[in-house]
């Protein structure tokens, strides 16, 4: 299984950006829950948004209303659409897999078992 995340980047507060996680080696839509986490550094993994195999969306109160998650099942690939961006959104976001994941654990990095390599978002103030 490999996740491959992209579309980080640099932009100015209320600006938007578009991220990507395309998946080898498991389909998104079949089962279990795929998330996305942020790391600021020397911070843990902070939820940012999640999306069930049913469809189902959970989001971090800080990014609801700002954020959307969504699926492409056509690509395997989820989308994390960011707008509105505060400087406070800058982190390394992730794209992270749970094929077995259940609801009650969409939130929690350590149920997560398979991880893309992180993407840089940066909002200048």
């Known amino acids: 299984v490999q996740l491959q995340a992209s579309g980080g980047g640099l932009v100015q507060t209320g600006g938007s950006l578009r991220l990507s996680c395309a998946a080898s080696g498991l389909t998104f839509s079949r089962s279990g829950n795929v998330g996305w986490f942020r790391q600021s550094s020397g911070e843990d993994h902070e939820f940012v948004a999640a999306?069930?195999?049913?469809?189902?969306?959970h989001y971090a109160d800080s990014v609801k209303g700002r954020f959307t998650i969504s699926r492409e099942n056509a690509k395997n690939t989820v989308i994390l659409q960011m707008n509105s961006l505060k400087p406070e959104d800058t982190a390394v976001y992730y794209c992270a897999a749970n094929p077995r994941g259940i609801q009650s654990t969409v939130r929690l990095a350590n149920q997560y078992g398979y991880w893309g390599q992180g993407t840089q978002v940066t909002v200048s103030s």
């Open positions: 999306i069930r195999y049913t469809g189902g969306t």
